[in-house]
């Protein structure tokens, strides 16, 4: 996941570093000594097992460098395969732009008044209004209890339970238009 760049001192600048996993001039290029020369058959079997793993073990992001130049050049039949095979797996496709967009709204909000009562989780969340895209993610299963019900600003909503980490859980919308949220989860 991304992470901020700091100081010497430690105070933390508002910029942020994406892991980049993939670079084409290293994975791909025909002929520079350092290159793996990955063919786009063998390339196609790698991202198959990376794809997954990022998708349903670490749930990270796969960060890829694929240079403009290099596409023309030599990059352009494992770019196809890399697009295709995340297409397949009904995975997003973001540019750095997209998923630096969504780390800095993802920054703005915070989570206050936490607290856990006789099975309720409940919780404010505020932020920034307009992040209407972002989700909370509400574990499906504590402390011995499964999740029943979802209430936002005293209102119940409807959830879809989701597996992330191998464990079930409730993807909460936060609403467009509001910067702070009232939350209880029911757990029974």
């Known amino acids: 996941?991304?992470?901020?760049?700091?100081?010497?001192?430690?105070?933390?600048?508002?910029?942020?570093?994406q892991h980049t996993?993939?670079?084409?001039?290293?994975?791909?290029?025909?002929?520079?000594?350092k290159s793996f020369r990955y063919s786009p058959q063998q390339y196609k079997a790698i991202v198959d097992h990376i794809l997954d793993d990022s998708a349903t073990r670490f749930h990270t992001p796969y960060g890829v460098i694929i240079?403009?130049?290099?596409?023309?050049v030599f990059s352009e039949q494992q770019g196809r395969v890399l697009l295709r095979q995340a297409r397949a797996k009904n995975i997003p496709i973001w540019s750095y732009d997209q998923w630096c967009d969504?780390?800095?709204?993802?920054?703005r909000w915070r989570l206050q008044d936490l607290s856990w009562l006789d099975g309720t989780l409940a919780y404010r969340a505020s932020?920034?209004?307009?992040d209407g895209d972002l989700r909370w993610l509400l574990p499906g299963r504590f402390?011995?209890?499964?999740?029943a019900s979802?209430?936002?600003?005293g209102k119940p909503i409807e959830f879809q339970p989701v597996i992330r980490y191998g464990e079930p859980?409730?993807?909460?919308?936060?609403?467009?238009?509001?910067?702070?949220?009232?939350?209880?989860?029911?757990?029974?």
């Not at 993939?22 to 520079?32: E, M, N, R, Y």
């Not at 240079?67 to 023309?72: E, I, L, M, R």
């Open 102 to 107: 969504f780390w800095e709204l993802r920054d």
């Open 67 to 72: 240079h403009p130049s290099n596409w023309v």
């Open 143 to 147: 402390a011995g209890r499964t999740l």
């Open 150 to 153: 979802i209430k936002v600003d």
């Open 1 to 17: 996941m991304p992470v901020r760049f700091c100081h010497p001192d430690g105070r933390t600048i508002d910029v942020f570093q």
């Open 127 to 130: 932020g920034t209004a307009g």
């Open 169 to 188: 859980v409730a993807l909460v919308p936060q609403a467009r238009g509001s910067a702070e949220r009232d939350i209880q989860a029911s757990y029974r």
């Open 21 to 33: 996993h993939l670079s084409d001039d290293v994975w791909f290029h025909p002929s520079a000594p």
